[in-house]
């Protein structure tokens, strides 16, 4: 049985260079999402939204698996971000932020499908954040994006970088809130060495 891996086959989705910002058209694409508010380090909300996206994810991998005979690798974490006030994230009041934590389902995957493993998923433990989760479809559109390696917390200077030069520069505003793409394991992955895919819809002016 043939293992698909997203990453591979969306090299341009997970992998824009690292020292230039690249233009790309997303298409629609399928993800259980989660949203919340609150500050990711701290808010056990945001803990209960990555645990149950994992575990239907695994659900749904392995029904697939089981039903359809099509394997896969589980895509990455992915969170887009945003804030009622967009200065939060400049001060840094990270309490205010807002994001929908997400995992990027394989096109075949069905919502019969994420029934069933919400279901079961239910079953095993318990996931305060299950009744929250639903697959969804998200189209950003045309999107700039490059590749950060370091800290979340050092994301700052290219974002800055983005928005008030490249945008402006070539015509461009925000359509959509902040994406990040996680494709380091934080538990395992020194803080200089993580690689995050950073993202903006756009549209011009």
Same mark, same amino acid.
Do not use: C
């Given at each position: ?36 508010? %609150? ?39 992915? %969170? ?72 979340? %917390? ?8 983005? &928005? ?11 359509? %959509?809130?902040? &994406? ?26």
């Amino acid at each position: 049985m043939t293992k698909a891996d997203l990453k591979k086959e969306m090299p341009e989705y997970f992998g824009p260079p690292l020292k230039d910002f690249v233009l790309l058209d997303v298409p629609e694409l399928g993800f259980l999402m989660v949203d919340g508010k %609150g500050d990711p380090g701290t808010a056990k909300s945001y803990v209960d939204a990555v645990e149950a996206l994992y575990s239907v994810s695994y659900g749904v991998k392995f029904a697939s698996k089981k039903e359809s005979a099509r394997d896969y690798v589980v895509a990455p974490l992915e %969170g887009l971000w945003w804030a009622d006030d967009p200065s939060a994230f400049v001060k840094g009041t990270r309490d205010e932020w807002r994001w929908t934590m997400m995992i990027m389902q394989p096109e075949w995957i069905t919502s019969a499908m994420v029934s069933d493993a919400v279901e079961r998923s239910g079953g095993k433990k318990d996931l305060p954040a299950l009744p929250l989760l639903r697959f969804d479809h998200l189209h950003e559109g045309l999107s700039l994006q490059i590749m950060h390696i370091g800290s979340y %917390g050092a994301e700052g200077p290219t974002l800055a970088r983005l &928005h008030n030069e490249y945008m402006p520069d070539r015509g461009y505003t925000f359509n %959509g809130p902040h &994406h990040e793409i996680y494709l380091s394991d934080p538990r395992k992955t020194p803080a200089e060495k993580l690689r995050t895919v950073l993202r903006q819809p756009v549209k011009k002016v």
